[in-house]
């Protein structure tokens, strides 16, 4: 019916992983890895699978969506530092279920966090907002992260190389383990 319909399956650790899901991935476009903010895909490894690696294996594509519903969640914490899931756990994309509103909704204040929403839609145009700008913060940190390691894996200098490395991989973790 749908030949170019994407398929996607949202997994938790607790409710929806077996074996099957493994199996289904050469007919699924992308698993979004599900939970709260401070959820890490160690919670994935259940009953002696290590469920990431293994669909990993098999090519498929993963995304994250860590869940915090309070829109008054503190732009660091979660819109700064949420693109950071995508180096720390070698992911494919971030997954982000957001507000976007108009004015005529309640007329949400575009300047703060709490009770605002991600983006405002404004006859043609969006309105950029806190939220929205915060993130793509966190996505630039990445960008310059990956050409940092990109740099480093491609250097002849295997001194500066490691030095930069080593930045790298603790860098991701002090963000993620900070990041509140």
Known sequence: DHPGIRKTITLT???SLCRGVIDCAPFVDEFIIYGPTNMT??????KG???????????????V??????????AYSYYRCYPWMILNENLDALSLYTAVSGWFDGGHDWRCMGGGNWLLRSFDDVIRTVRSDTLLIGFNDIKYMKLLKQLAET???????????DFYRKTIAEVIRNSH
């Open 41 to 46: 895909l160690t919670d994935y490894k259940t």
């Open 65 to 74: 969506y860590k869940c915090s519903v309070d829109n008054g969640t503190p």
């Open 155 to 165: 250097s002849k200098d295997k001194k500066l190389a490691q030095e930069c490395l």
């Open 13 to 15: 650790p607790y409710i």
């Open 49 to 63: 699978i290590d469920y990431i690696a293994e669909l990993k294996k098999a090519g498929a594509k993963l995304s």
